[in-house]
């Protein structure tokens, strides 16, 4: 009987390779995201720029500077709690792999 049951350096190591192949997985989600989250970034500040480039007065530049600023301070919090969350739970999914929970 060499099954993980009553195995226990089986289990382990089946428990290592399901931790493995989980963190891969979601090390692949967590830079997806990040990527989504520059795309996003990138895309808000070209329209930002555009609408400056078209904007009548300085007064406008300035008010379209500052909306942009504000909504991407508010961007950005959203995206650091996006990307904390993934790694948050890419830490509990690593340990309870590890620990035959997951």
């Given at each position: 009987?060499?099954?993980?049951?009553?195995?226990?350096a089986a289990a382990a190591t089946e428990r290592m390779r399901a931790a493995g192949s989980a963190m891969t997985e979601q090390g692949s989600q967590l830079?997806?995201?990040?990527?989504?989250?520059a795309e996003a970034n990138t895309q808000e500040a070209f329209r930002a720029m555009r609408e400056a480039a078209q904007a009548s007065d300085i007064n406008e530049v300035m008010r379209?500077?500052?909306?942009?600023?504000?909504?991407?301070?508010?961007r950005s919090m959203s995206q650091a709690r996006e990307v904390s969350e993934l790694i948050a739970q890419?830490?509990?999914?690593?340990?309870?792999?590890?620990?035959g929970r997951g």
């Open positions: 009987m060499a099954d993980s049951d009553s195995n226990p830079g997806l995201t990040i990527l989504s989250q379209i500077q500052s909306d942009y600023l504000r909504d991407q301070g508010a890419f830490g509990r999914n690593a340990i309870g792999q590890m620990t």
